[in-house]
């Protein structure tokens, strides 16, 4: 058997892939304490509230209907409609649905965009995707039909109090060069929980409209739904940018609704993308996000709900890390979203695939931050000091896997 080019590469164990493993292997094993993955909290309130939804869904006909029948290609009307409403109400940016795409999940959307902007151009160069900011997304790294599609850039580390530290864009060695079709930043930013401030954002995106190219902005964890941020951030849409939300982080990742809000001409294109590929998008998230903002209830539960939940339990998890972790053995990311913590073992004398693999042995699954630097040009050692872990988890579980983090740690320090 031979598989074509494509097939050669999206066969491959990518890091994506291995993580999925791992999530589902852990799911199996019993006692196995799951730092890895992105799956978010099962929110007590959010899981009344979904059951109750779906119940008065499916006793008046509204769940039947969404499972009997496709939709356009470009998602559901109605959920369009009301997100286009909403989100000029809300933001005051001037959009109409024919702004707004549906996609299985964003994740897919991701692969439209990056395949849409980057990759071999009829003239026979390549053109490329840039993360100015790494560490980024590990979904992003396969999702190039081309090999080597990405390019990231090193961040500026400002050194907090407290043992902790933030990333910012390094401004003054970012280059885009002709070869960049799309710039691509995730606020806030899987894995390190790090917000693009306002002025990054702003600087971003003026460079993109200079280079005439578009920024693609993931807003799988942002304001304003599912809301999971703890700083000041203020949304920014215009048609050179193009937003891309998600139902999954609200609770529901496995209704695979992913939301894109671009120009018209980019929203056709995934339209038609759609079509060839999946004929329609899946029609359950979409109907219940229609109902919850019929009902008033999408924002208010990412108020009311989500973001305190995350908040509470971040903090949480960070007195549990540092009452086993001091801050001269681990540095942590300011967290101000998403469902992560970005730990930095500095000093430590093994790298971080090597400290994944123990903590796996011993039933902890966390990432190992070498995956997160998608087409660094250099070799940085941060890149193996680095860890994400989330910390979705009951409290208990969480101080269980960082007892043994703490454990591992000290034994490769004595080890050396
Ligand atoms: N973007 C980021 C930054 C994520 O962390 C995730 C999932 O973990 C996604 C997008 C994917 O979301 P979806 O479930 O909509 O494909």
Avoid at 35 to 51: C, R, T
Avoid at 205 to 218: F, K, N
Avoid at 387 to 411: C, D, F, H, K, T
Wanted: glycine share 8%.
């Amino acid at each position: 058997m031979t598989f074509s080019v494509f097939g050669e590469k999206f066969t491959r164990f990518s890091g994506i892939t291995r993580l999925m493993g791992d999530m589902n292997d852990g799911l199996r094993t019993p006692g196995a304490v799951m730092l890895g993955g992105g799956n978010p909290a099962q929110i007590p309130e959010m899981q009344a509230y979904f059951q109750n939804l779906l119940g008065e869904m499916l006793a008046d006909g509204k769940l039947a209907d969404a499972l009997c029948n496709y939709d356009g290609p470009q998602g559901k009307d109605v959920l369009r409609h009301a997100l286009a409403k909403m989100l000029s109400e809300e933001q005051g940016w001037e959009l109409t649905a024919d702004n707004i795409a549906l996609t299985n999940g964003s994740q897919s959307a991701f692969f439209y965009l990056f395949n849409l902007f980057a990759g071999r151009r009829s003239d026979g160069t390549l053109s490329k995707v840039l993360f100015p900011l790494a560490p980024e997304y590990l979904g992003y790294a396969d999702a190039g039909v081309d090999e080597d599609l990405f390019v990231s850039a090193k961040p500026n580390i400002e050194l907090l109090p407290e043992g902790q530290f933030k990333y910012h864009v390094d401004f003054d060695h970012l280059t885009i060069g002709e070869d960049i079709g799309l710039i691509c930043v995730s606020r806030p930013t899987n894995p390190t929980g790090n917000v693009l401030t306002d002025e990054e954002l702003i600087r971003l995106d003026g460079l993109a409209q200079q280079h005439d190219i578009p920024l693609l902005i993931d807003n799988a964890y942002g304001v304003p739904f599912p809301g999971i941020v703890f700083t000041d951030a203020t949304p920014l849409w215009n048609p050179n940018i193009i937003l891309c939300m998600s139902l999954s982080k609200l609770g529901l990742p496995g209704s695979r609704c992913g939301i894109v809000v671009a120009d018209e001409k980019y929203i056709k294109a995934i339209s038609n993308m759609n079509g060839i590929i999946s004929l329609s998008p899946g029609s359950i998230g979409p109907a219940m996000a229609s109902e919850m903002i019929a009902r008033g209830d999408l924002l208010r539960l990412s108020q009311d709900i989500i973001r305190p939940f995350y908040s509470r339990r971040v903090q949480e998890t960070i007195a549990t890390l540092r009452r086993y972790l001091p801050e001269e053995r681990c540095l942590i990311h300011k967290p101000e979203g998403a469902i992560f913590l970005w730990l930095w073992f500095k000093d430590l004398p093994i790298t971080t695939e090597v400290l994944y693999q123990r903590l796996k042995k011993r039933g902890v699954l966390m990432v190992p931050g070498d995956y997160f630097f998608p087409g660094l040009e250099h070799p940085w050692a941060h890149t193996q000091q680095c860890m994400r872990m989330n910390y979705v988890p009951q409290a208990s579980e969480i101080e269980r896997g960082v007892i043994i983090l703490a454990e591992e740690i000290e034994l490769a320090h004595q080890e050396h």
